[in-house]
């Protein structure tokens, strides 16, 4: 079994910052990309951030330049800061990763429950 669970997030004004984080646990025999996804009330989850292993990133060009993805392979953790938020930005964000778990022959996509982050103007 595999978790992941974010935290950080919250309530800023616009132009404030927050930095989520992910950590993922359990029978992990490897991660290969992670990400970051959010949902919005009445629209579809979307592609926030994605990292690969290798540290490749892209990002939707709704964030690009103001917010970063990393990670720490060791300690299979991945982070995005946020800068300059707008209201925008408000949503549930999921944290998401592509992981090859112990006794398991194919990689599976797990996610986190979500971290509510609200941007108010």
């Known amino acids: 079994q595999v978790q992941l669970v974010e935290s950080g997030g919250g309530l800023v004004q616009a132009g404030e910052s927050l930095r989520l984080s992910c950590l993922a646990s359990?029978?992990?025999?490897?991660?290969?990309?992670m990400g970051w996804y959010r949902q919005a009330p009445g629209k579809q989850r979307e592609l926030v951030a994605r990292?690969?292993?290798?540290?490749?990133?892209n990002y939707a060009d709704s964030v690009k330049g103001r917010f970063t993805i990393s990670r720490d392979n060791a300690k299979n953790t991945a982070s995005l800061q946020m800068n300059s938020l707008k209201p925008e930005d408000t949503a549930v964000y999921y944290c998401?990763?592509?992981?090859?778990?112990?006794?398991?022959?194919?990689?599976?996509?797990?996610w986190g429950q979500g971290t509510q982050v609200t941007v108010s103007s």
């Open positions: 998401n990763a592509v992981c090859n778990a112990e006794g398991s022959w194919w990689p599976y996509t797990y």
């Open positions: 359990g029978s992990i025999r490897s991660i290969d990309a």
């Open positions: 990292i690969s292993k290798g540290g490749i990133t």
